[in-house]
């Protein structure tokens, strides 16, 4: 069972920034981030494998960077040019890949709340 505990949400201007982290309690092949904003489904926002993708949704590019410690374990997100639709419940999730893809998310962190206002 891998553990995932995110941190680094908050509440931003629009323009703004803020780091997001998250620690795996191990490796896996696959870590990256979704989010679910208030009335909406869960979406994809980055990912990076072991081969080192990062395939970015097409709302966040641009303007979000993901990166992996691994020494660390630990994944993060970086974004800037916040706007005030980038307002959401942020997950961290792990899971099982080969050859750059991601086949499945088996583990979840408890998530982050990022708010931007207007």
């Known amino acids: 069972q891998v553990q995932l505990v995110e941190s680094g949400g908050g509440s931003v201007q629009a323009g703004g920034s803020l780091r997001l982290s998250c620690a795996a309690s191990?490796?896996?092949?696959?870590m990256g981030w979704f989010r679910q904003g208030p009335g909406k489904e869960r979406e994809f926002v980055s990912r990076?494998?072991?081969?080192?993708?990062?395939p970015y949704a097409a709302s966040v590019k641009g303007r979000f960077t993901i990166s992996k410690d691994s020494a660390k374990n630990t994944l993060y997100l970086q974004m800037n040019s916040l706007k005030p639709e980038d307002t959401a419940m942020y997950y961290c999730?792990?899971?099982?890949?080969?050859?750059?893809?991601?086949?499945?998310?088996?583990?979840w962190g408890q998530g982050t709340q990022v708010t931007v206002s207007s």
């Open positions: 999730a792990a899971g099982f890949g080969r050859s750059g893809v991601c086949f499945t998310w088996t583990y």
């Open positions: 990076i494998a072991s081969d080192g993708s990062t």
């Open positions: 191990e490796s896996t092949y696959c």
